[in-house]
């Protein structure tokens, strides 16, 4: 039987391909469009005719085609493509909330993201209370009168913590809130929108383009709500006009036909790992592992056949402790000493001095990040047996 549920078959079955019959759609390079008729213009303004693209901020074809395939991938209605992860984050926000609303947010969230919420939108009046997001009663103690949205990501950074999805959708809908859900961490692996979250949202800088030669983001969701956000009178996207480039949307496009493959390398490569580092004596934190505190949550949410993920942490206890162990691990040729995940080539870095540096330190200290906390987006290694090899040769650096 077909494997209706399968977001690469949804990508796969597309039919998208160019004006001559060019397997790949063409490619957009052009800020504005001709009308033939005036009427059809003044139409496309007030939003009476579909299909017609009017200026490249709003709509342009190439940025359609990669959004049609991420709302593919996700399994939503509709989607949007902007120039950053965090333009997609902060799009997303700032269309649902007003001055005077409250979000309830997961404490362990992208560094950024928790400058933004915590910093940024005081400009506005707008509260945000963190939460455990595993501790559903703190996130229902948390949601106030004003409340417009609960917000998370799926495989949050850098704990790895794994967000129910089904049960924080069920406490929105019976608040007759909103659910945002950063996907970032696991395209494939995990799809929120059909888990009822109601907008998913990714930085298309990592797993989904893969390449590390761009920053991009996307939001899906209800075609009701992306078309609010590219309204011209109030969409978040059409005013602050965070849109991306088109000659950038048709190369991330390209590279979300091997999203697929690329996950269940990236998986396999950081479940060996992530075992070895814990025969070797580590802390280790991999949400494959049985005993992880998120391990049930993830294999109830998951879809079939991409694994637990590229991503995890091995905790050294110091952060000169981390910086030893990476720099070596840099010489021997494991990867790079680098913030951003999801790269074909292993990139490691220090969370709390880096990616979560916005986060306060007690606040560091209150999500339980420790300060030796090395995370790890595992790359696409055929061998990962020698990477682990040259790992080892690594180790005598902790022990100085
Ligand atoms: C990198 C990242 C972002 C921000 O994306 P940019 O493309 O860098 O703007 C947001 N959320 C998560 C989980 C990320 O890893």
Not at 114 to 126: E, G, M, Q, S, V
Not at 388 to 393: F, L
Request: proline fraction near 4%.
């Amino acid at each position: 039987m077909e494997k209706k549920s399968d977001p690469s078959t949804r990508i796969f079955d597309l039919l998208q391909f160019g004006e001559y019959g060019d397997v790949n759609p063409s490619v957009t390079d052009s800020a504005t469009y001709t009308f033939l008729e005036a009427k059809t213009m003044s139409d496309t303004f007030a939003g009476k005719q579909e299909g017609c693209y009017l200026y490249s901020r709003h709509w342009n074809p190439s940025n359609k085609y990669l959004s049609d395939a991420l709302a593919a991938l996700e399994g939503t209605e509709s989607a949007w493509v902007t120039a950053s992860g965090m333009a997609a984050i902060t799009t997303a926000i700032l269309q649902l909330v007003n001055s005077g609303d409250h979000i309830v947010s997961s404490m362990t969230i992208y560094g950024g993201t928790f400058a933004f919420l915590n910093n940024y939108l005081k400009k506005f009046n707008i509260d945000v209370t963190f939460v455990n997001i595993t501790d559903f009663e703190e996130v229902k103690n948390a949601i106030r009168p004003n409340t417009k949205l609960i917000y998370t990501e799926t495989m949050t950074n850098p704990m790895l913590q794994i967000s129910d999805i089904p049960a924080l959708a069920k406490i929105a809908n019976e608040k007759g809130i909103k659910l945002a859900v950063d996907n970032t961490f696991t395209p494939m692996i995990v799809s929120p929108a059909l888990l009822g979250a109601h907008i998913v949202i990714h930085s298309l800088t990592k797993f989904i383009n893969g390449k590390n030669d761009c920053v991009a983001g996307a939001v899906c969701g209800t075609k009701d709500y992306i078309n609010s956000l590219c309204d011209v009178n109030s969409g978040t996207a059409m005013l602050l006009g965070p849109s991306l480039d088109p000659l950038r949307s048709s190369s991330i496009l390209k590279n979300m036909h091997t999203l697929h493959i690329r996950m269940k390398q990236h998986s396999l490569n950081a479940a060996y790992l992530a075992d070895k580092f814990r025969t070797a004596g580590f802390k280790v934190n991999y949400p494959g592992m049985t005993d992880n505190p998120g391990h049930e949550t993830l294999k109830k949410i998951m879809n079939e056949g991409f694994g637990f993920g590229g991503m995890f942490t091995i905790d050294v206890e110091t952060s000169e402790k981390a910086n030893k162990l990476m720099e070596k691990m840099e010489t021997e040729q494991v990867g790079y000493l680098a913030v951003s995940l999801g790269y074909f080539k292993t990139l490691f870095s220090n969370s709390g001095k880096s990616t979560s540096s916005e986060v306060p330190e007690e606040i560091q200290h209150k999500m339980g990040l420790p300060e030796g906390l090395i995370r790890f987006s595992v790359g696409l290694d055929n061998d990962i047996e020698l990477t682990w090899k040259r790992i080892e040769k690594c180790l005598d650096v902790l022990n100085v």
